[in-house]
């Protein structure tokens, strides 16, 4: 004769609620074996420990107990395998996104982490080969939904070249610097490794650079380039284009507002041995 378990057992094997029990009974999803007439007790079959365990699965997988009581209810194995494979499809689509939203998480936390180390911010001199580029000049007067919509331009041009990574430059006039007008950018682009035939193909000089990495918010990105510039000035050295900044598409939030690490960039005219002095 099959032994027999009490609701408190099978509670307790499986790790649910009594009242989950109760409640599957009710609404018809998972049935006692029998149920004492005099004291209305509910007993359950071992044979039935898989359709628990399996009903709890789907649950854990996000169904619905209306879903899971739909698949129970299935009339053929037709029917049942039809049904398992669109949830399946759902299912590997949900995983997909998940996946997605993790990396968007990932690049986030390394973002905010590599913000929080300050001990690479001070200027200095680097040299930086000649980059090939494309770039999309922003319409004037500058906005913000205006640098988004040629921002959205520009992964577009990149989808169509199929060229993957994150890592993009603005080009900033000195004028608007040094004017307060830091955010006004003239120019935003992307970098590649050969030179494409596209209407926005650019190439950037080479050279000599001062630099800056800035780690805060947007709004004080200002103060960065003042600091930039007092090295500059110290240094006896003098710029001869419109600031670059190198710049990554993860955006994180600092509590005070929303900010990224930026290289800021400004081309220097050659000395040849002050600035190897320096730059050793």
Do not use: C
Not at 81 to 106: G, P, R, T, V
């Amino acid at each position: 004769m099959k032994k027999k378990y009490k609701i408190n057992e099978i509670a307790s094997f499986f790790k649910i609620s009594r009242q989950t029990l109760i409640y599957y009974d009710n609404i018809g999803l998972f049935k006692p074996r029998f149920i004492d007439s005099e004291t209305s007790y509910r007993y359950y079959d071992e044979d039935q420990f898989s359709n628990l365990r399996f009903i709890l699965i789907l649950k854990e997988a996000g169904f619905s107990l209306n879903e899971i009581g739909a698949y129970t209810k299935s009339s053929s194995p037709e029917e049942s395998l039809n049904y398992l494979e669109k949830k399946n499809e759902l299912m590997d689509l949900k995983i997909k996104k998940m996946i997605e939203s993790k990396l968007i998480i990932d690049k986030k936390i390394s973002e905010i982490k590599k913000m929080m180390k300050k001990d690479d911010i001070e200027p200095k001199i680097i040299y930086l080969d000649p980059m090939k580029a494309i770039s999309i000049d922003l319409e004037k007067p500058f906005n913000y939904l205006k640098y988004d919509k040629t921002f959205s331009n520009l992964l577009e041009i990149r989808k169509k070249l199929n060229l993957h990574g994150n890592e993009y430059f603005a080009r900033v006039s000195k004028e608007n610097i040094i004017s307060g007008n830091a955010m006004e950018i003239d120019t935003l682009g992307f970098f590649t490794s050969t030179s494409y035939d596209h209407q926005n193909s650019i190439e950037i000089d080479g050279g000599w650079f001062a630099s800056i990495i800035h780690k805060d918010t947007w709004d004080t990105v200002e103060d960065s380039y003042e600091k930039l510039f007092r090295y500059i000035e110290d240094n006896g050295y003098e710029i001869v284009g419109d600031s670059i900044e190198f710049f990554n598409e993860v955006i994180v939030h600092l509590g005070k507002g929303e900010g990224s690490t930026i290289q800021i960039t400004f081309p220097l005219k050659t000395f040849k041995n002050k600035i190897i002095k320096n730059f050793k």
